[in-house]
């Protein structure tokens, strides 16, 4: 066996392990914490994105609880001090501007071209920082951002601690993988969402194996299969959370 064919191999057996432990604690708790991604994207995807008449209250709950159960409203989040109105300016974005391609997104199926992930991108900033200027009070980050647009849209990896961490662990010698504290710290860098990209396409067998799928006796995904940028944003987040421990 040649040494690339077996890197290849430890990378896929990798991402598998990597992976089955998230999923095996979603599928044998029907409460897990991880799933609030799961009922986030559920309802946005079902109501918001097809522009139903829908429950103001219902969704910001939604939004604010995923966001909660993700650690957002500890420490010196400005989402602290406020209830789930004020995610209704953020909701209101969602409803009213148009952004089909970024609903739409289909990593798994599609082979989009660079011009087209350009064009992705160039919306999800666009989004991006509508979102980031709707909040008033004070400058949100990075990492309340994404993980807003995974929640409703999964069209970003959400930028936390942890997957930076493992991004930077598995992805060290890609040059376009950008250093944080840099220009691009405010905003989602096409060259780094080109590697995303390229990562999970080199290993897509990997992430998409049958046996991340619940078994009969087990509780269900609520979402299946998952789309490619939460089960990128799991490996990298794991990877880092496993490295942080080893320090």
């Known amino acids: 066996m040649t040494k690339r064919k077996v890197c290849k191999n430890m990378k896929r057996e990798d991402i598998e392990t990597t992976l089955s432990i998230l999923f095996e604690d979603i599928k044998n708790d029907p409460h897990h914490r991880y799933r609030s991604w799961e009922y986030c994207y559920k309802y946005f995807n079902e109501n918001v994105k097809n522009k139903k008449r829908i429950d103001e209250d219902l969704t910001c709950l939604n939004l604010a609880y995923y966001l909660a159960s993700w650690g957002m409203y500890r420490g010196s989040s400005v989402l602290l001090n406020k209830t789930y109105t004020f995610f209704k300016p953020i909701v209101e974005i969602f409803l009213k501007d148009n952004y089909k391609n970024l609903w739409e997104i289909d990593f798994k199926n599609k082979d989009y071209s660079k011009e087209e992930i350009k064009s992705i991108v160039e919306n999800i900033n666009e989004l991006y920082y509508k979102i980031r200027n709707s909040i008033k009070e004070s400058i949100p980050t990075k990492t309340l951002l994404t993980k807003i647009l995974l929640g409703v849209m999964a069209c970003t990896p959400a930028y936390d601690n942890f997957f930076k961490k493992g991004l930077k662990k598995i992805l060290r010698n890609d040059k376009r993988i ?70």
């Not at 009969?216 to 490619?228: F, K, V």
């Not at 940028?229 to 942080?244: P, T, V």
């Open 178 to 247: 950008i250093p944080y504290g840099n220009k691009h710290k405010d905003k989602i860098c096409i060259k780094e969402f080109y590697a995303l990209i390229e990562f999970y396409r080199n290993n897509k067998s990997a992430f998409d194996e049958d046996y991340y799928i619940c078994k009969s006796n087990q509780h269900e995904l609520l979402i299946s299969p998952y789309p490619a940028m939460r089960l990128i944003d799991m490996y990298f987040w794991k990877k880092g959370q496993l490295d942080n421990e080893k320090r």
